[in-house]
T-cell receptor, first 119, second 114 residues
Framework: DAGVIQSPRHEVTEMGQEVTLRCKPISGHNSLFWYRQTMMRGLELLIYFNNNVPIDDSGMPEDRFSAKMPNASFSTLKIQPSEPRDSAVYFC?????????????????FGPGTRLTVT | RKEVEQDPGPFNVPEGATVAFNCTYSNSASQSFFWYRQDCRKEPKLLMSVYSSGNEDGRFTAQLNRASQYISLLIRDSKLSDSATYLCVVNIRLSNFGNEKLTFGTGTRLTIIP
């Protein structure tokens, strides 16, 4: 089975431009998470969805960030307008979020990440 | 106090040695605990869950101390391939609908020296 798929893998953009990151979770997983990782702050949870519904967006840094999950197999994280301090690696992860799959609950599977550089 | 705290290291350990990391958490309502491993420029990957009774997976042993609110990871007979950053993860379930909050530690960097 394919793991979590993210695109693009690398993104270089200029300050002020809109950036859209994409994620396809593992089929059958109920929860989807967006994280940001930097050297200074480590791995931070931005937002997560349960059954396509946003549950906790308290980690979203500001209104420039928005996330959507229109269906169970696709999510986007958008930054508009982008700023140099947004430069980071953005990970998407998915989780079964329920037992019955033969997998321990709450185990998360991460995508390869999108390395964003805003100049 | 941070929700999850780890010693950032780096830990430089000779091959074959035993190394242990600790991680403390602040919320006594935390319910699930994990160790993740992250290689340089890669995504985090689950290493092992941490159960109340402690658990072992080959050379790796994880333990939980709820009273003192810490978890530990022990690596025996360390290999060069164990070099990575080890992330402590604490999970709190917010509702019966699977809503959860996960907090990652900043990681402990381990380098195994030949």
């Amino acid at each position: 089975d394919a793991g979590v798929i993210q695109s693009p893998r690398h993104e270089v953009t200029e300050m002020g431009q809109e950036v859209t990151l994409r994620c396809k979770p593992i089929s059958g997983h109920n929860s989807l998470f967006w994280y940001r990782q930097t050297m200074m702050r480590g791995l931070e949870l931005l937002i997560y969805f349960n059954n396509n519904v946003p549950i906790d967006d308290s980690g979203m840094p500001e209104d420039r960030f928005s996330a959507k999950m229109p269906n169970a197999s696709f999510s986007t994280l958008k930054i508009q307008p982008s700023e140099p301090r947004d430069s980071a690696v953005y990970f998407c992860a998915s989780s079964p979020a329920a037992t019955g799959y033969g997998i321990p609950p709450y185990e998360q599977y991460f995508g390869p990440g999108t390395r964003l550089t805003v100049t | 106090r941070k929700e999850v705290e780890q010693d950032p290291g780096p830990f430089n350990v000779p091959e074959g040695a035993t190394v242990a990391f600790n991680c403390t958490y602040s919320n006594s309502a935390s319910q699930s605990f994990f160790w993740y491993r992250q290689d340089c420029r890669k995504e985090p990957k689950l290493l092992m869950s941490v159960y109340s009774s402690g658990n072992e997976d080959g050379r790796f042993t994880a333990q939980l101390n709820r009273a003192s609110q810490y978890i530990s990871l022990l690596i025996r007979d360390s290999k060069l391939s164990d070099s990575a950053t080890y992330l402590c993860v604490v999970n709190i379930r917010l509702s019966n609908f699977g809503n959860e909050k996960l907090t990652f530690g900043t990681g402990t960097r381990l380098t195994i020296i030949p």
